[in-house]
């Protein structure tokens, strides 16, 4: 089945490490994204990449790092520099970023850092 | 920018009743329109689109209709199930240079009883 694979579902980590979040896609789609969702709040955009090899920041990308190597992979990681990195992390891909292209969201990773 | 509102939540209502979440928005140009779904511990669906004026988006018995004259996109149901409980976002994704970003409102959570 295709779709949109986001590892760990939780993920634990003391403060001041580093941490990558893993999302994988076998949809075929081009442009992928990181939101951040936090209590109460709407999805914010931390970075998206159009095209491989390629990214760009969205609005809340200080602290954050990614990479675009291959199509299928969009890991996201969350540096010491994130003053409040714990929050719920979506990846979503589309088949391009503009038109009327949907998102499909994967399920998710809960980071908690202590 | 582009920004959505979203009624105050929580909503709690009675199995079989009337459900109106008011999404607002500012966006400049021609925005599609969106409502997403998100299930406990999941990721978001989307629920229904709407990509011009006066278009209604329909899906599992939830509609919305893209109102430029009052910026607005409000989501109904004529019957809700125990089911339906889950957080509605509203979103919308401007045209040009905006890259197939989406711009959320806060959600809202919706709790049905029997």
């Known amino acids: 089945d295709g779709g949109i694979t986001q590892s760990p579902k939780y993920l634990f980590r003391k403060e001041g490490q580093n941490v990558t979040l893993s999302c994988e896609q076998n949809?075929?789609?081009?442009?992928m994204y990181w939101y951040r969702q936090d209590p109460g709040q709407g999805l914010r955009l931390i970075y998206y990449?159009?095209?491989?090899?390629?990214?760009q920041k969205g609005d809340i990308a200080e602290g954050y790092s990614v990479s675009r190597e291959k199509k299928e992979s969009f890991p996201l990681t969350v540096t010491s520099a994130q003053k409040n990195p714990t929050a719920f992390y979506l990846c979503?891909?589309?088949?391009?970023?503009?038109?009327?292209?949907?998102?499909?969201f994967g399920p998710g990773t809960r980071l908690t850092v202590t | 920018g582009n920004s959505v509102t979203q009624m105050e939540g929580p909503v709690t209502l009675s199995e079989e009743a009337f459900l109106t979440i008011n999404c607002t928005y500012t966006a400049t140009g021609y925005p599609s329109l969106f409502w997403y779904v998100q299930y406990p511990g999941e990721g978001l669906q989307l629920l229904l689109k709407?990509?011009?004026?006066?278009d209604k988006g329909s899906n599992k018995g939830f509609e919305a209709t893209y109102r430029k004259e009052t910026t607005s996109f409000h989501l109904e149901k004529g019957s809700v199930q125990v089911s339906d409980s889950a957080v509605y976002f509203c979103?919308?994704?401007?045209?040009?240079?905006?890259?197939?970003?989406?711009?959320f409102g806060q959600g809202t959570i919706l709790t049905v009883h029997p």
């Open positions: 979503a891909s589309s088949i391009g970023g503009t038109g009327e292209a949907e998102q499909y």
């Open positions: 949809l075929n789609h081009d442009a």
């Open positions: 709407a990509t011009k004026a006066d």
């Open positions: 979103a919308l994704r401007g045209g040009g240079t905006s890259y197939g970003k989406l711009t």
């Open positions: 990449s159009q095209i491989v090899n390629d990214f």
